[in-house]
Structure formats: structure tokens, C-alpha cells
Nanobody
């Protein structure tokens, strides 16, 4: 059973940086597609960044050039480095693992990111 635990959220000023971490149970990064999603108040959950087991990445247009998704296979962890943060980045950020052959998703509990002066 896959479990995901996010950490690293908090309050930062506009223009600041924050790094989110997602610890996954077991060695799943080689077979799962990992992703970071976020959900702001009154909005639907959206994909922020994705990372396939083969190493391909994709980003939402709103975060391209500012956010970077990465992984550490030895630690079974995925990260989201967020730079040049804007108030509109404020949301609950969720780690996601998808087993592509069955389209089966696992979700973390989420971590709050607030960008405010």
C-alpha cells in the first residue's frame, strides 16, 4: 500500500522560495508517475508539475521557469522547488502518485503554502 507524506509548506513573502518534500512508502518512483497538485480556495485542483518514472517533466504554464520537480530514488522522495513565489501560488499542495497501467492514484494529505507580505 502506497503512502505519501508531504512537508515543507509554510508562509513566505512574495518573491521568496520554498521547497516541498513528499516521502513515499516503498520503492515506487521507478514505476509511478509523480506529481504535485494544488488547490486554492474556490478553485479546482490543478496539476502544477509532473514527473514520469522515465524522468520526463511537465509544468503548468503559470509556474514554468519558477518551479522545479525532482526526485531522489534512494530516499523514495519527490520534491517541488518553488522560486519567485507569488500571492496567486497560495494553495494547499498535494503530492500524487499514479500507477499508470491501472490509472490508480494515491494522494498525500496536503501541505499549506501561503504567499503573503
Amino acid at each position: 500500500q502506497v503512502q505519501l507524506v508531504e512537508s515543507g509548506g509554510g508562509l513566505v513573502q512574495p518573491g521568496g522560495s520554498l521547497k516541498l518534500s513528499c516521502a513515499a512508502s516503498g520503492s515506487i518512483l521507478s514505476i509511478y508517475t509523480m506529481g504535485w497538485y494544488r488547490q486554492a480556495p474556490g478553485k479546482q485542483r490543478e496539476l502544477v508539475a509532473g514527473l514520469t518514472s522515465g524522468g520526463s517533466t511537465n509544468y503548468a504554464d503559470s509556474v514554468k521557469g519558477r518551479f522545479t520537480i525532482s526526485r531522489d530514488g534512494a530516499k523514495n522522495a519527490v520534491y517541488l522547488q518553488m522560486n519567485s513565489l507569488k500571492p496567486e501560488d497560495t494553495a494547499v499542495y498535494y503530492c500524487n502518485a499514479k500507477y499508470v497501467p491501472l490509472q490508480y492514484d494515491y494522494w498525500g494529505q496536503g501541505t499549506q503554502v501561503t504567499v503573503s507580505s
